[in-house]
């Protein structure tokens, strides 16, 4: 009876406890499955992507009349600037080039509309920056012997001592010459060619200024040497005098006192 009572109480024990064990193994299971598995790729941040644009010819977007007419006109001006300064035989396929594109960007805006596609816009654009390319090379090509004549003469003035003998008109010069440089890194070519030819003239002045206040130096020291040899001259004849007559010595102690 006593036995029957026992099991009953282990199996009741067992019973009761299986569902603690139960949810004790679920609770380890979690632990060792968040413990060993890696975080994914949603475990970080989003980066949110900006979306992709659309290119202008992809997207279809069109060209107002006023926006083309602003580039034609760029596009004329550095035109006229080319012929101004004789420079259309510079490069002339590049020249001819711009042109065509020109004129076709014209006539498109020529047959009217408000809006335009796409490849006129390229045209104008074209034609601008082509106007530009030409420009740039013709006046760098222009400007090399007047920059180089123009360093020349400062290079001479120097050598005169120019910046000593005459600073300010040397300052001035120097000062015009390196608003040229200025003005060439910044593509300002006409300007950077008036300053280049305005200094050139100033350096040789100041280096002819600075020779001549050389030449007039030279000069008086010349004399000076010259009446110092004399004066040396002299001293020694009346030495040798003295030497060879001692009355005459005699008398001129007399004569000084």
Known sequence: MESRKTKKMGKSKKTKLFPLFCALLAAACFVVSCAG?????????????????????????????????????????????????EFTEHDPESYAKANEALERAEQAVAAGGDDFPPSVKDDSVLAYTTYIEVLDAAWVEKLEPVRNDAEEAQQLALKAKADVAVKDSYNLAAEIYNNG????????????????????????????????????????????????????????????ILKNNPDNATFLEGENL
């Open 37 to 85: 598995t890696p975080k994914s790729a949603d475990d970080k941040p989003v980066v949110q992507e900006e979306p992709k644009k659309e290119s202008t010819a992809a997207a279809g977007e069109t060209t107002s009349l006023a926006q083309l007419n602003e580039t034609l006109q760029a596009a004329r001006e550095k035109r006229d600037e080319i012929i101004e300064n």
């Open 181 to 240: 440089n200025a003005s060439y890194k910044n593509r300002e070519w006409k300007e950077s060619f008036e300053f280049f030819t305005s200094s050139k003239p100033q350096f040789e002045d100041a280096a002819k200024i600075a020779l001549e206040k050389k030449q007039l130096a030279d000069a008086a020291l010349k004399r000076a040497e010259n009446k110092i040899a004399e004066s040396e001259k002299i001293a020694g004849e009346v030495e040798e």
